[in-house]
Structure formats: C-alpha cells, structure tokens
C-alpha cells in the first residue's frame, strides 16, 4: 500500500465550512460572502477566517446590522445571476430577515412561473447548550422546513457541511443552511477531493434491527453516541441522520423503521409541532402495520431557554433522557447509568 | 390633503418645453393606453373576472408614461402592488398583463402572480411585489450585483426600485437606503407619492412628512417633482437615473400625484374629503394633457378622440385574448417550486399519502 495518498483529513466542522467556502469562491466568481462581521472580524464564530484577506471586499462584504436588508440584497444579486452566501450570525437573529426568506426568496420562483431562480444560501447557527439564554438558544428550523420554495440542510458531520455546503452553492434554489454552535469545534473525517451530496436525501449513518433513532445536526451526534453506548448492552441500535429537513426523506426512516419495528426522534428543537412530529406521522402513514410501539419523540422542554446552567441543562434533550426514551420503548428496564 | 397640495413644487406643466410633437404624441397614447386599462380592469373585476386585489393606477398615469419613459430598457425595474401601467409600458402587450389579471396561462407570470406580481425576465420587469416594501431589498441587492458586473458610465445599467408613500416608514425602506447610500450602488428609489397609504395620509404616517428629504441620512439627494406633468417626470427620472449609473450615486425621487379612486377596486374610499377628491380630479393628468397638446396644436381633437378609441380597442383585444386563453394546467403545479431538480421533493395533493405505506 506504499503508493496510497492520504484522501482523507481529520478536520472541525468549522474548518471544513472555512475551507468549502474558499473552494468555492475560487472556483466560481459569481460565488461572494455577505454578513455581518463577516470580513475583518472573520466571522462570529471563526468561519470565515482569511477569506476577506485572500478574496477582498467586494467577494466577502461586511453588511451593516440589517438582516432583512442585507438578506433581501443577496437575494436581488442572486436574481440577477450572482451566487451569494449568506451568514446570519445565529438562527435567531433570521427573523429579523424572515419577510425575505419566506415572502420573497421562497416565492419568486413559483410565483413569477420559472422566469428567475435563486440561488441563493442562507448559513446560520442554531442551537442551545451555550449559557445565551432565551433569546440566542433557539432552534427555529422548522420555520423554514414548512416553507415550500425552500430547500433546509443540517449536516452532522464535517464531511457532511463540506458536501452539502457544496451542493447548497452550487444549487439554483434558496437553501437554508443549518449549522449547530455546539458542532464547530467538533472533528471528523474529511474526503480531500470535491464532494457534492445529494439535497434531500437522508443517511443511515449507524445500521442496527433493534430501533430507529431519527435525528439531524448535533441530535445525530447524540444519537451515534446513545447507540453504541446501547451496543455494549447488547443492543442493535439504527442511527437515520435526516441531513435534508425539506425536502424530507421520508423513504429512507420508513425502510428503516420497518426493518427495526422501533423508532425514537431526537431533536433539539421544541416538541409541539416541531421536526419529531413531521417524521411520527410519515412512520405512522408508512409504515404503522410494522411498527411494535407507538413512536417517541426527545426534544427540548416548552420554555424559552433560561440562563441558569442547571435550568438550561434540565430544559435541553440529553444523551441520558434518549437512552431512557430508547429502553422505554423497547420495554428494558433502566440502568441507572441513565439517570 | 390641502397640505399635500400645497407641498407641491412650483409646476411647469403649462409648458410643452419644445418637445418634439411626436413625443408628446406619444406619451399621450401612453396615457390613454394606461386610462383605458385601468378602467378596464376595474370593469373586468366587477364582472369577476379578475379576483383577488387590484390596485390601479387611475390618476398617476404621468407619473407611469414619465417614469417609464425615462428607464432604459437595460435598466430593471421592481415595483410594488399598483404595476398594471409599469408593465404595459415596459412593453409588455396588454394581452398577457390583462390574461395575467385573469389568471390565464398565457400571462406574464403563467397566471401564478395575478395583479400583484407581474414579472417579465426579457424586459427586465423584476416584478411586482404584493408585500409592501418586499422589493426595496431585493432591488437593493440587483443594484450590486450591477455594480460587482459592470463599469459605471453613461451605458451602464442602473435600478428604478418603485414605492409607495406609506413604505418610506418601513425598515427595510431605511435599512436598504442605508445599503445603497454606504455601497454607492447604481439605483434610484422613486416614491410615487399619492398622498394616501390606503386611507391614512403621509401626515398621519410619517414624522418627516417630505418624504424626499429622507434620503439625507443616507447622503443620498432628495428630488421631488411633480407627478402630474409627464415631461418634469422623465426628465427628473433621467437625472437620477444619470446619477447612479454613471457616478453610482443613488437617488431619492419623490414624484407628487394623486389616486383617482380607492386603494383597491374594492375600495369606495369613503375617508377622502370632497376637497381632496376635487383636487385629485381637478389634478387629473389624462385629460389635461390632452387639453394642453390641443392648445399647444399637437393634437387636434379628432386626434386625441383617435387615441382613445384606439387605447380603448386594444384593451378589447386584450379582454378577448386573456378571456379565451386557457387556465394554467392543473398538472404543472407543482412545475415552478424549485429550478434544481431534488431527491423527495412533495407533490402530493390534500388528501393523498405522502408516501405509499411500505
């Protein structure tokens, strides 16, 4: 094996976003960065370090505090053929924007019948766990995955922000990128040469027969974790990662739960009407004669986010209340690991 | 609305300025084209034909020949809701705006917009927007993208973003001045000012109620002008249009006119005062346009009676198109949702699974 070259590196999911970003915007000049903080400061978060250096201001502009200004504008370049890459520094702040994501960016194709398309990405960050407290702690995904027009991606892994970042660039249609605070320091393996994933289409990241989890974003990290936890106990533990919330892929949780008979959602954003009720009714149309016990569903207690690290702990989906929810289901008696 | 009035600029609509007879000519075609429409569609609504909202606009068809005389046509142009004249003057055939109006697939945009969001790619009409102010960012972001692509100067293109009076109080009316003002970007904003939102007027809605004057936060000049003389229209709409593409400076233009009629068809506009209304009627540009070509000996009146009748035949001849043209195809619609093909997109209709059961 001496002639092998390495084809994979171990990277962050931040320095996979850094480094798809710089791929593209080489590779296509229609392809600029708009966002607050996003040039001199290199991003809230650190993605976009180096880039206004190496491709400028007019590829990487710093956009006053202005969502729904600066968001709409990367929607007109993008309606005359730019490609622009949006980052709101966190999900919450996208409601700010959201006339122009949900009244316009997700409209204009259908309404003005195929005239214009809009390729257009919108990256932002959810998610809890990080002391912000209510308002800089929410996970609002399901906002825009109700939204025919929109196109949502959550990847997991750094592998997967590299290839879906690709795709979403390189996509005709609005897509919301989902991003996770809790993911960007997170490490994993990253093929070296160009990967586009396939929009849409969710992965069976762990197989197993004893039980469905179903998740998405940092939930799937969860999940992985729970079932090879499970696994040292003897139990075969399936892991769907959505990967896409619109469209979803609602073929590849149903071949899974009939295979396994069990299934638990584990999501971080709130119970009510959130992302695990949209993939307990598809289990419950697809495949309700194979299922074994009835669908359950993890996620985040229905309280705005408190500040205090032991109300936010209590308030947030653990690895300890799905390994539970998992042996609930499955009728084990409990460990008391789980607690 | 007396104070609107008087807010007015010292007008030279007495004037035809030494403009070429044929010109003038033309910009009273235009008119009448755009009366006869209007009327039309107003007919055509109450006949259900048309249905939804439908904003006309009865009374400001100056402000629409002089504004769309002034653009070029590699300019883009965003508007709001009221864009049924923008559309025909853009040159687009009253047929497919009328069949539009009706919901026919042989409208400007497939019969998908209706009214409110008329779209043409070819003449650069980056729509009609139903949400109030929707278009100010997007026009925004067009107007970078023109200065990312092009070279400013004398054939550079440039955006006329349209708005109504009562958007200047919204934020992204601010928030995108702010972009334009900060980024130098080829664009200039028109604020058709008719003095009403839908019934509430600028002086109940806005603190700086000359609304021009806006535009100083941002650095941008402010220019108000008279919307109901078609040639203080253009020319103040070439000026700004000068302006941003040839040294990328946006421009705020506030154009004075009044609205016939109610904000909608639908609407009796019972809030105005006698006064007002007089005023508006008075102010009417179609027939005293018509009445200065005449005493300027432009037109005759046979002429000008010509001219309506020919407005008021081709607007028959849209009726009839847009009337016998077929409804979209029940089949395609799911045909426009996204431009790149995608793994599991939905299609079902209500009432059917969203999957086949495994």
Redesign the interface.
């Known amino acids: 094996m001496n002639t092998e070259v390495a084809t994979t590196r171990t990277i962050t999911y931040r320095q996979a976003l850094n480094e798809t970003l710089r791929a593209e915007l080489e590779r296509d000049d229609k392809v600029?960065l708009i966002g607050e903080e996003i040039g001199i400061f290199e991003g809230s978060y650190k993605i976009t370090v180096g880039l206004l250096e190496d491709f400028g201001p007019?590829r990487v502009i710093d956009?006053?505090i202005?969502e729904?200004?600066?968001?709409?504008?990367?929607?007109?370049?993008?309606?005359?053929?730019?490609r622009?890459v949006v980052e709101i520094m966190t999900i919450n702040f996208s409601l700010i924007a959201i006339?122009?994501i949900v009244?316009?960016a997700a409209k204009?194709?259908?309404?003005?019948?195929?005239?214009?398309?809009?390729?257009l990405v919108i990256r932002m960050p959810g998610g809890g766990g990080q002391q912000l407290a209510a308002t800089h702690s929410q996970n609002l995904e399901v906002w825009y995955a109700h939204i025919?027009?929109l196109?949502v991606v959550a990847p997991s892994t750094p592998a997967d922000a590299k290839a879906l970042l690709t795709a979403a660039i390189r996509?005709?249609?609005p897509v919301i990128f989902l991003e996770n605070l809790s993911l960007y320091s997170a490490k994993g393996e990253v093929p070296n040469d160009e990967q586009v994933a396939?929009?849409?289409?969710a992965a069976v990241v762990k197989t197993g027969t004893d039980l469905t989890i179903v998740s998405y974003s940092r939930g799937t990290t969860t999940a992985l974790e729970v079932a090879r936890q499970l696994e040292a106990e003897g139990l075969s533990i399936e892991v769907v990662d959505l990967r896409?919330l619109r469209?979803?892929?609602?073929?590849t949780i149903?071949?899974s739960v009939?295979k396994t008979g069990h299934a638990v959602v584990f999501e971080d954003d709130w119970l009510s009407y959130g992302i695990g009720a949209e993939i307990s009714a598809?289990i419950g149309?697809?495949?309700?004669?194979?299922l074994d016990a009835p669908v359950r569903r993890v996620a985040a207690a229905e309280v705005p986010l408190p500040y205090a690290k032991s109300l936010e702990k209590a308030a947030l989906p653990s690895a300890a209340d799905l390994a539970r929810v998992v042996r609930e289901v499955l009728n084990i008696s409990s460990t008391p690991n789980d607690k | 609305m007396a104070a609107k009035a008087r807010t007015r600029p010292e007008s030279t609509v007495e004037s035809t300025g030494g403009e070429p007879a044929d010109t003038l000519r033309d910009y009273y075609e235009q008119m009448s084209l755009v009366r006869a429409f209007e009327l039309r569609s107003s007919e055509m609504y109450a006949r259900a034909k048309i249905g939804g909202y439908c904003h006309l606009n009865l009374g400001e068809e100056a402000t629409v020949v002089g504004l769309m005389a002034a653009i070029e046509a590699r300019d883009y142009l965003f508007t709001g809701y009221r864009d049924h004249g923008y559309a025909l003057l853009r040159g687009l055939s009253p047929e497919r705006v009328m069949a539009e109006l009706f919901g026919k697939v042989t409208g400007v945009s497939g019969g998908r917009g209706g009214s409110m969001h008329l779209f043409d790619a070819e003449t650069r009409l980056f729509g009609g927007y139903g949400i109030v102010g929707g278009q100010i960012p997007p026009a925004t972001g067009a107007a970078l993208a023109l200065k990312n692509q092009e070279v400013a100067g004398p054939d550079a293109a440039a955006v006329m973003c349209l708005l109504g009076d009562g958007t200047t109080n919204i934020g992204a009316f601010h928030e995108s001045l702010n972009l334009a003002g900060l980024w130098k970007l080829p664009i200039v904003y028109v604020i058709v000012n008719n003095g009403l939102g839908m019934g509430t007027t600028v002086e109940k809605a806005s603190a700086e109620p000359d609304l021009y004057k806006r535009g100083a936060s941002y650095r941008m000049p402010g220019v108000r002008v008279d919307g109901d003389d078609v040639l203080a229209v253009r020319d103040a709409a070439r000026d700004a249009l000068q302006q941003a593409r040839e040294s990328r400076q946006p421009v705020l233009l506030e154009v004075m006119c009044y609205r016939l009629r109610g904000h909608s068809v639908v609407d009796p506009a019972r809030y105005r005062s006698s006064e007002d209304t007089t005023i508006a009627q008075q102010s009417d540009p179609v027939p005293s346009f018509r009445a200065k070509l005449i005493s300027a000996g432009v037109l005759s009146e046979t002429d000008a009676a010509a001219i309506d009748e020919a407005a008021d035949v081709r607007v028959s001849e849209a009726v009839v198109f847009a009337d016998e043209s077929p409804e979209p195809d029940v089949d395609d619609l799911f045909k426009y949702v996204y431009a790149t093909a995608v793994a599991n997109m939905p299609t079902a209709l209500a009432g059917e699974p969203v999957m086949d059961a495994l």
């Open positions: 600029f007019d956009a006053p202005a729904e200004g600066f968001v709409g504008a990367a929607l007109g370049a993008a309606m005359l053929g730019m622009p006339d122009q009244n316009h204009m194709r259908s309404m003005f019948a195929g005239q214009v398309s809009i390729p025919p027009g196109k996509d005709d249609d396939e929009i849409g289409k896409s469209p979803l892929d609602r073929d149903c071949a009939k598809t149309e697809g495949v309700f004669d194979f």
